[in-house]
């Protein structure tokens, strides 16, 4: 480099052979950083779970101002059951969540196995559906319908993962693994109900509502939101419900 | 100082400088979301996220590769430009994740953000957003104090040791990523992977370089070099273990061996060149006389100087510094 080519940092330019130089190097960094971002977009997991092995069916299109009526469960978490059509035989179950990262807010006086009216945006994804409602929840003076007994599939021990139901059902793409875990984690906070998404299908789904041993709520499934797990439980089926009750307390993480 | 002071600012160089950086940027941004998958919040996240991972391995990786060859010190001149870049590529990713995963909650995104993340009692799930959010504090605290005038306010030992927490935000990165993106298995966690030892190795090695220069130069007086190594106008540079470095000139066929650190602001002098007859620094034009390191009247500025022999074609260097502005006779070579 002879002196004239010295760059000096007030200088208008560097001189020709340290600038044919720089050149040289700035075109292999545009180069470097075009290519990793290429590589690194392209190889991103399309599903971010290493649990799921098994692909998840597509989220469909949400529907708005979508009208329910049936009947309300609340254990394990806010259900409508709805009475059986052609595309449901086994009755229409339809988890409740409200807006945002927030469950279903409803009136102290409504109790279990109510008839109501619901109103919100339709979630759909593989066997789960979920309502965001919108409105508040208005209960109906008729006779509850019924809701089959609930049919124990038998114990199971599976790999999955727990999310809220609510960013399984579309909302977030793909709503899964460690980067969507604060996410998932406020979701449960908020109340949404939790879902435990297995890595391959049992009894032809990979969704499940998640419950404690006893069937209530599970007490704060957050802390193990989008982790790999290794869960035993009882899977049971209340119409087209499919419900996994466990303790948490003896998840692990493989 | 000298007459000839000049304030850096926007010359030529630097926008072509910033604007390559920010073409860089923009590159890998497309790419990224170009071939990614998935919900466009996710991809803006992760795109923005591991842009600024590999602008701030580049940042770094600067320093050892002007070490290495002179000929990248432009680089390392406009090395801030490049730290604001990726500390505004780091704060787009901060708020895109407060703004999706972390928004539409009960919780306001800020008191979310410290209890959405707890620990899970094992080592996969332990929390690594804090991670993220102490390296992108220290990058903050770098961006906004990186104007010359901090450097000024500051002094300069303490501004560059301020500076140096840029390697520790560098770690925080490298263990939010560990714990997070590596461990699901995305593919920008393997940039981390092949970058961060890449960047390790390249500073090892500059280091060593440096190293065996400083060990041959611990006798009383040093081989600084053949009298042919140093080009007319320009200085080589002699670096100690336990010492300043020196910077010794050459102009008109004389020798004379000054402070390396300009009296200004820590500046290069070893890597300016001589102008009008005095010694100029390359970061804002202060000056010096060759003889004994004063800048020129009126200015005050004083630099330490060192004795200077010849054996044969080498020259010898005293590393034991004179008072600051000490006469020493230029060393006649030619």
């Known amino acids: 480099m002879s002196p004239a080519d010295f760059f000096v940092g007030w200088d208008r330019r560097s001189g020709s052979a340290n600038f044919r130089f720089l050149a040289v190097v700035a075109g292999v960094v545009l180069l470097v950083l075009a290519v990793l971002g290429g590589v690194a977009g392209r190889f991103l997991p399309r599903d971010a779970s290493l649990f799921a092995l098994s692909p998840l069916p597509p989220a469909e299109a949400p529907i708005d101002s979508v009208t329910l009526r049936g009947r309300i469960s609340l254990r394990p978490v806010a259900t409508v059951f709805v009475a059986p059509d052609a595309s449901h035989p086994r009755m229409h179950s339809v988890l409740l969540s409200g807006d945002g990262k927030s469950g279903v807010s409803l009136a102290g006086s409504l109790t279990d196995g109510a008839m109501v009216s619901v109103t919100g945006l339709l979630l759909r994804r593989g066997s789960i559906d979920m309502l965001v409602v919108g409105e508040p929840v208005q209960p109906l003076a008729e006779p509850a319908i019924d809701v089959p007994a609930p049919v124990s599939l038998g114990r199971w021990r599976v790999a999955g993962e727990i999310c809220d139901g609510k960013c399984q059902t579309g909302v977030m793409q793909p709503g899964q693994g460690l980067s969507h875990r604060a996410c998932a984690s406020l979701c449960l906070i908020g109340g949404v109900p939790p879902v435990l998404v297995t890595a391959q299908p049992i009894a032809g789904t990979q969704f499940f509502v998640l419950a404690s041993a006893d069937g209530s709520a599970p007490p704060a499934p957050g802390r193990l939101a989008g982790l790999p797990l290794l869960l035993e439980g009882e899977v049971e089926r209340r119409g087209d419900l499919l419900i996994f009750k466990t303790d948490l307390g003896r998840a692990m993480l493989p | ?334």
């Open chain 2, 1 to 334: 100082m000298s007459h000839g002071y000049v304030p850096v600012g926007w010359t030529t160089s630097k926008k072509l400088y910033d604007a390559v950086l920010l073409l860089g940027v923009g590159m890998y941004l497309a790419a990224f979301v170009h071939f990614g998958a998935g919900d466009d919040q996710a991809l803006r996240i992760k795109a923005l996220g591991s842009c600024a991972f590999v602008l701030l391995t580049l940042v770094l990786a600067i320093g050892p590769l002007a070490r290495l060859d002179k000929r990248f010190l432009p680089l390392l001149y406009n090395r801030r430009h490049a730290g604001v870049i990726t500390c505004a590529l780091a704060a787009g990713h901060a708020v895109a994740v407060l703004g999706w995963y972390f928004a539409y909650s009960p919780l306001a995104p800020l008191d979310a953000l410290l209890v959405a993340d707890t620990g899970s009692g094992h080592l996969r799930g332990f929390p690594f957003i804090p991670f993220g959010m102490a390296a992108l504090l220290i990058l903050v605290l770098l961006a906004v104090t990186s104007h010359d005038f901090w450097l000024s306010f500051l002094t300069p030992p303490v501004w560059k040791a301020l500076h140096l927490g840029v390697y520790a935000a560098y770690g925080f990165v490298v263990i939010h990523v560990a714990l997070g993106a590596f461990q699901q298995g995305d593919a920008f966690a393997v940039e981390v992977s092949v970058l961060a030892p890449l960047l390790v190795g390249l500073h090892l090695w500059s280091g060593w370089r440096e190293w065996r220069r400083r060990k041959a130069a611990k006798a009383e007086w040093v081989l600084a070099g053949a009298v042919g190594d140093i080009a007319e106008g320009r200085a080589v540079v002699v670096r100690f273990a336990d010492a300043e470095p020196v910077a010794i000139f050459r102009h008109e066929g004389r020798l004379s061996a000054v402070s390396h650190l300009c009296a200004h602001q820590n500046g290069p002098l070893g890597e300016g060149r001589v102008i009008d007859g005095c010694i100029t620094c390359p970061w804002h034009g202060f000056q010096y006389r060759l003889a004994d390191g004063c800048a020129p009247p009126p200015f005050t500025e004083k630099l330490a100087t060192y004795r200077l022999e010849l054996r044969g074609l080498d020259v010898m260097l005293d590393p034991r510094p004179n008072p600051p502005g000490t006469y020493v006779e230029p060393l006649v070579v030619a």
